[in-house]
């Protein structure tokens, strides 16, 4: 008799994950800004809020894909996922602050 087992790699189970992060952590960033004052999460009637969601979740995302690729790349703990989250997420939002503050000027 066979068996048929399906594995998944390690690299597209980080993926998913970072991605799943950025996006909730970005959901909870415009809940902060603009569903405090409107719980009906008005913001995504509006196209360029969603030009900045986007923006939002690419830049939280590369944030961990960095800090997985470059600060913990020979770090091979169990606790790796949870690291590339708390070190990524502030490392995105920053990287977000930087670009936009150089092109402002």
Same mark, same amino acid.
């Given at each position: 008799m066979e068996s048929n087992t399906l594995t998944i790699s390690k690299t597209s189970n980080s993926f998913l994950i970072?991605?799943?992060v950025a996006l909730v952590v970005t959901t909870i960033l415009f809940f902060i /800004? /603009?569903?405090y004052y409107n719980f009906n999460f008005n913001w995504t009637l509006h196209l360029l809020n969603w030009v900045f969601f986007v923006i939002y979740?690419?830049?939280?995302?590369?944030g961990q894909t960095l800090t997985e690729k470059f600060i913990l790349k020979k770090y091979s703990g169990k606790n790796k996922t949870i690291l590339t989250s708390l070190i990524g997420v502030p490392l995105g939002i920053a990287l977000l602050f930087i670009i936009y503050y150089s092109i402002k000027q």
């Open positions: 970072n991605c799943i /800004d /603009d569903g979740i690419v830049s939280i995302f590369l």
